[in-house]
């Protein structure tokens, strides 16, 4: 990505503890716009000059910014292991031993009831695309403004014809209409 994981500086742990090993408390400080660090898989990651080459954009990074993204990272990275080669230049430690995976604030029982759901849903194949579902889609789309616009471009050529063979051709006895492929023509006797 254009050398968008480089780091700037270096990274300060904050008190004397060993470098790369933080608290929950230590990555929520991180959650300003010129700081950002996130946990994702218990490792923490300072994203601050990353933020903005973000390809999802910056403001759906942010959000994440001094907390655990893990669910979001999983969701929205089909390829993890594409991602991940992005994610080591980022990567300056790990949650300690002694800190939860996810926040202290986060409820951990809804937390896990949402990833036992999305485990089901990846078992009942939730998340594969079907090509043909959305060429359907896709192919309605085009009919409907085809059926849209049709009428129009019929309705437009099709009146001056038939108001210049009313005015032209009123007065003859009308044997009977063809369909042209654009024109009404009457045969007069």
Not at 17 to 41: A, M, P, Y
Not at 102 to 116: C, L, P, T, V
Request: proline share 5%.
């Amino acid at each position: 990505m254009g050398g968008g994981g480089q780091l700037s500086g270096s990274v300060e742990p904050s008190s004397g503890r060993d470098s790369g090993v933080f608290t929950w408390e230590e990555v929520q400080k991180h959650c300003t716009r010129t700081d950002q660090w996130l946990v994702i898989n218990r490792k923490v990651y300072n994203i601050t000059q990353w933020v903005k080459r973000h390809p999802g954009g910056s403001r759906v990074i942010s959000h994440y910014a001094g907390e655990d993204a893990t669910e979001a990272f999983t969701a929205f990275h089909p390829d993890l292991k594409f991602v991940q080669k992005f994610l080591k230049p980022l990567l300056i430690g790990e949650l300690a031993p002694t800190e939860p995976s996810q926040d202290r604030n986060k409820n951990a029982s809804i937390i896990q009831d949402f990833e036992n759901l999305r485990v089901q849903a990846e078992k009942k194949g939730l998340f594969k695309t079907n090509p043909l579902f959305f060429g359907l889609h896709l192919g309605h789309i085009l009919l409907l403004e085809a059926l849209r616009v049709a009428p129009r471009l019929v309705m437009r050529n099709w009146l001056d014809d038939d108001i210049f063979v009313l005015n032209n051709f009123g007065n003859c006895s009308v044997a009977g209409w063809m369909v042209a492929a654009r024109l009404w023509t009457p045969f007069c006797l």
